[in-house]
């Protein structure tokens, strides 16, 4: 239709993301060996659409797609992907079916290998991480996948033994995206992430 069209995931935006993008890719770690990402929370509303299976529940495509997505931001696309899941029972809640209340997945990115953990019964109100192992050194990222971060978000980087940190002070995702969106509309800009880039995330 000549419109265009982006995918919202507006952590993406943030600047402690894109700082994130450039160690790995640019080999400050060196060759990646191994990526762990998970994001879950505790979710008491028992009405939230997120309990219904026809609406697209569960754990995995709420917060399971955020470690997903980084680690094909950081890594490409995974040649094979395994997973298992814990359950709610039928009827156990409001909604068709049953839904993924946790899920762990391994993901083989052929020489790296990726593995996220999401749920929506952790005790933390809202938990998220991202580590990065590398043959030269690690990176460690504390509440990583928020879109609108209200507390600085710390780096945490180990090189051959050394410590050091990188601090982001509180900024909106969201409010990046859009502008970048509008400038895409515009034809001011390309779009960083195509549509085909959603597909391959959904797949």
């Known amino acids: 239709a000549g419109l265009t069209l982006l995918e919202a995931f507006a952590y993406r935006f943030q600047p402690h993301i894109l700082r994130i993008v450039e160690l790995v890719r640019g080999g400050t770690l060196g060759d990646v060996r191994s990526v762990h990402g998970a994001f879950g929370f505790h979710m008491t509303n028992p009405d939230d659409f997120r309990w219904n ?9 709420d917060v399971g797609t955020y470690p997903v997505n980084l680690m094909r931001l950081l890594l490409g696309e995974p040649q094979a992907v395994t997973a ?3 359950w709610t029972p039928a009827g156990a809640q409001p909604g068709t ?12 990115f052929g020489g790296a290998l990726g593995s996220l953990d999401c749920a929506f019964d952790w005790t933390d109100p809202s938990f998220s991480r991202l580590t990065v192992v590398g043959t030269r050194g690690t990176l460690d990222v504390p509440r990583v ?3 609108h971060t209200h507390e600085p978000v710390t780096l945490h980087l180990n090189l051959g033994g050394q410590e050091s940190r990188e601090e982001f002070p509180p900024s ?14 515009r034809g001011q800009e390309a779009a960083l992430y195509p549509p085909a880039d959603a597909v391959a995330q959904a797949r």
Do not use: E, K
Request: hydrophobic share 45%; aromatic share 10%; no cysteine.
């Open 53 to 61: 299976a026809a609406q697209g529940g569960g754990a995995l495509f």
């Open 172 to 185: 909106n995702g969201y409010a990046r995206m859009v502008a970048h969106f509008q400038r895409a509309a």
């Open 84 to 86: 298992a899941a814990r």
């Open 145 to 147: 996948y928020h879109s």
């Open 97 to 108: 079916g049953d839904i993924d209340v946790a899920l762990s997945g391994t993901l083989d």
